[in-house]
């Protein structure tokens, strides 16, 4: 990744009618080489925001620019420069594979004289190579997917727009994408929205979340969850001999540090036959570190083992629903 600008976004807004702003006034930039997850519920304004740094819609206020050009005032440009799989595939079922690939070389303008290697490393990225001759109505989703990325990257474009390329596939076909999309980060920037927020965490070096058509995180995924506010939690097990009546539940809520402790696994307790053990979650209150009285209580209890102490970070999808859902999304 370098310091080079690809794509910047500044105050952008887009209000459909007179109604409230579908994108509200958000800014953000994007460097070459980054892979960015753009995440938001339905409805957060995702796609208007992919629509308009693709010159497809025009925006109500702010600006945007790929590659150093201005989406409304040079669109053409704009265009040249990207490469765009929307949500909905836009691929004619009755063309062969190859037959469709030439057609977008043509409309892309691709060079005759490099187009034949061309093709052939895009195909060999999306591998779907057996799959020239065929119709594409005649392919699974997940193949169409694949010759939707092909076309999308035919003409060496700097940066790729990708709208819920996974969408609708199975846990294979979105393994296979993922992989597809992560070879191609490696020399393009990408943007690419998703619901499926493993598919972030494994692809993306960096996430934008929006909600309700306003930018709330922005960050890397470990950034966001280090930075995700609230209550820390922590998972502590607890091991104890035989005939030991105490309540380890009862003793961590005696703690002043603690919020909530909520039973893991704690069935093992009650056999009084055998060795015990129990795991528990323990919520912090804000700001309080609790881990060096949980293990003094335990230690000076009686036949009572600390087995594990350990905090828990904050999941990208804990960040999400908190992010998201206050804000009425």
């Known amino acids: 990744m370098t310091d080079k600008v690809m794509i910047h976004v500044e105050r952008l807004t887009k209000v459909y009618g007179h109604g409230r702003p579908a994108v509200d006034a958000i800014s953000f930039d994007v460097r070459a080489g980054e892979v960015l997850g753009f995440l938001g519920p339905n409805g957060a304004g995702k796609t208007t925001t992919m629509k308009i740094l693709t010159s497809f819609l025009a925006p109500t206020a702010g600006r945007a620019q790929v590659a150093g050009h201005d989406v409304y005032d040079d669109s053409v440009e704009v265009r040249r420069r990207i490469g765009y799989l929307p949500e909905d595939t836009p691929l004619y079922k009755d063309m062969t594979v190859l ?29 779907i ?13 997940g193949f169409r997917q694949r010759v939707g990325l092909a076309q999308a990257i ?11 390329p996974t969408s609708g596939l199975d846990p294979n076909q979105i393994a296979e994408i993922r992989e597809v999309i992560k070879a191609i980060g490696q020399e393009k920037t990408v943007i690419f929205s998703t619901h499926i927020l493993g598919e972030v965490q494994a692809t993306c070096s960096r996430v934008i979340i929006i909600s309700d058509g306003k ?13 995700s506010t609230g209550a820390a939690s922590i998972l502590v097990e607890i091991g104890g001999k035989r005939g030991n009546d105490t309540d380890p539940l009862g003793l961590l809520r005696q703690i002043d540090g603690i919020e909530e402790v909520k039973a893991i696994n704690s069935t093992g307790w009650s056999l009084s036959d055998r060795p015990r053990a129990a ?10 570190d609790p881990r060096g009285d949980i293990a003094r209580v335990i230690a000076t209890a009686n036949d009572m083992d600390l087995l594990q102490l350990t905090p828990e970070k904050a999941s990208l999808e804990d960040v999400f629903r908190k992010l998201t859902t206050t804000q009425g999304a």
Do not use: M, N, W
Not at 99 to 127: A, S, W
Not at 154 to 160: N, R, S, Y
Not at 279 to 288: D, I, L, N, T, Y
């Open 99 to 127: 037959e469709y690939l030439e057609f977008i070389c043509d409309v892309r303008d691709v060079d005759k004289e490099h187009r034949r290697g061309r093709l052939r490393r895009v195909v060999e990225q999306c591998g």
């Open 129 to 141: 190579g057996d799959k020239l001759g065929k119709l594409i109505g005649e392919l699974s989703k």
């Open 215 to 227: 930018l709330v995180a922005d960050g890397t995924p470990d950034d966001l969850a280090r930075k």
């Open 279 to 288: 795991q528990f979650r323990v919520v912090a209150k804000s700001g309080v």
């Open 154 to 164: 035919v003409h060496e474009p700097e940066v790729l727009i990708l709208d819920e």
